[in-house]
């Protein structure tokens, strides 16, 4: 038997991997950034096959790990974590540099660390790269930012393409539950006050911010 709340007793930081291809920019929130080696430094990340940021960095090769501080904005991780470089431009309203031709944040971060992929192993859904770190820089002493902070300070959740994500049990499903198609959080009518049907038209998801209309019903 697997009990996949232990999974949530493991303790991560959270990143956003940024690479590019020529004009051409990605980026994505990860949590799960390893450090292998020490000696020479490499470093493992798990990205899902869907990513689009898995594809510019398999074409380019190189990315950077901007290692995110708590006083990053929710936005940020929203719009990273959220949504996909393939349809939005994530960087129009960040702060960010190019270092090696590769957006790097300028705001939220304590550090960043450039590398060059030297391996990659599918792993299922997800592909795990190997990457040699070529160049690093500590940016200022705020706190890294963990998933428990994200999770307890800032009310954060993660969507289904993250590895930690764990699908919400149903207890009652006697009256209608919606998920939102974007982030997939759950508005259950067992549960609220206010029935999904009668919130008013302008209501946005907690979570990622989008309408009504990005809701399915699940039952
Ligand atoms: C807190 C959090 C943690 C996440 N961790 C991972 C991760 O470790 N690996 C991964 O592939 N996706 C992870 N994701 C999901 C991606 O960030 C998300 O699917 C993103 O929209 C992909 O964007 P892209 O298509 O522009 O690459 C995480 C998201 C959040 C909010």
Not at 189 to 210: H, I, Q, R, T, Y
């Amino acid at each position: 038997m697997i009990d996949k709340n232990v999974f949530k007793k493991l303790s991560y930081g959270l990143y956003i991997i940024t690479s590019s291809k020529m004009s051409e920019k990605a980026g994505c929130v990860v949590n799960t950034v390893t450090q292998i080696t020490s000696h020479n430094p490499v470093i493992a990340i798990s990205i899902n096959k869907d990513n689009y940021t898995n594809k510019i960095i398999k074409e380019s090769k190189k990315l950077i790990i901007n290692v995110l501080s708590e006083k990053v904005n929710k936005d940020v991780i929203t719009t990273f974590g959220f949504y996909s470089s393939k349809d939005t431009d994530k960087f129009a309203n960040v702060n960010y540099e190019l270092v090696e031709n590769i957006p790097t944040l300028n705001e939220g971060i304590n550090g960043y660390i450039v590398g060059e992929v030297i391996s990659i192993t599918s792993v299922d859904t997800h592909d795990i790269f190997l990457v040699k770190v070529t160049s690093s820089k500590v940016i200022n002493d705020d706190n890294s930012l963990t998933y428990k902070y994200y999770q307890e300070n800032m009310k954060g959740s993660s969507p289904k393409k993250a590895p930690t994500y764990i699908e919400e049990e149903i207890k009652d499903d006697s009256k209608p539950i919606y998920r939102c198609m974007i982030c997939g959080h759950i508005y259950d009518d067992n549960k609220e006050d206010v029935p999904f049907a009668s919130l008013p038209d302008d209501w946005k998801c907690p979570v990622c911010g989008v309408g009504k209309d990005k809701f399915e019903r699940i039952n």
